[in-house]
């Protein structure tokens, strides 16, 4: 009797653990998705991975993610990363505010030319009112924001020539990624953009099939586009700057616990302020030692005065006053006023 009730109560307890674990299962995937547009050795990337390490760590393993650069979960297709987050074939991301502006309108505020001058200004904006106020934004679409990274200030390559004015752009082709706004910006200086991902950006460049592109230092660096896309031709410019942003889709995180919850978010904020440090290492002034390290490379390395930098601000003036209309006229002169007020 006594060793039929042991075999009885073990056989219960085995079953009770079968059922917590059935339970965990249904609830937790063995696998998350991460999408980046880029992979390591990309500040990007590397972000990535380290978000991927910190939620391993935080959450004992039961939260395992897996990155997937490349875009590859959409088939390279970059600007459609956000919508697949929606609808559930993404579980999470780290999303460049440019390729997400096809379905995020509001997002198009980064890439308004010449709005940011400096690192100041991107860091009043993301920690500011104006980031709050895209979280709101972002939260309102089925995904839930946590932290911001950086993708970093765009300037311009070439295969042709020095960039100095926007009569140098002219008839260039210059691949771009985003929003319309992107093309009516090079339209406006006299170049010939066509849209293209960043997974047909390096071959269409060193076959020739375009001319240029624009890219932060890092991606230009780390890509080496100076011999892998002809890219000769550097103009440092800052016109726009592309932050990250970390996210995770709505049902996903809430079929987490609030710990794990915690734990992703606290592991999103960390992996992101080292990505920002990361993306600006050797470009905040006085520092440039990304950019000799580029100009040691053979690279013609073209620095514009603030006054050249007026003639580009002057000729894209009119696509800024349209978009600020689209953006949201209220959302932009917040953002003109963080940046007017930063420290
Ligand atoms: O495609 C690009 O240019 C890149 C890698 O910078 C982005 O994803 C915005």
Redesign the pocket.
Known sequence: MKRLLGALITFAMVMAGMGIQAAHAAEYKSEYKLST??GKPFP?GNAGERWCELVKEKTGGRINIKMYPGASLVGGD?TKEFTAIRQGSIDMAIG?T??WSPQVQQLNLFSMPFLMPDYKAIDALTEGEVGNELFKILAGKDVVPLAWGE?GF?ELSNSKRPIRTPQDLKGLKIRV??SPLFLDSFTALGANPTQM??AD?VPALSSGAVDG?E??LT?FMAAKLHTAANQKNLTLWGYVA?PLIFVVGREVWNSWTPEDQRAVREAAVQAGKENVVEARKGLVPPDDTLIREIEGLGVNVVKLTETEKADFRKATREVYRKWADQIGPDLVKKAEEAIAGRK
Do not use: H, M, Y
């Open positions: 547009v880029l990007w970059q460049s440019i390729n993708n765009r990624v985003g991902s960043w950006a592109q890219n932060p991606v592309d």
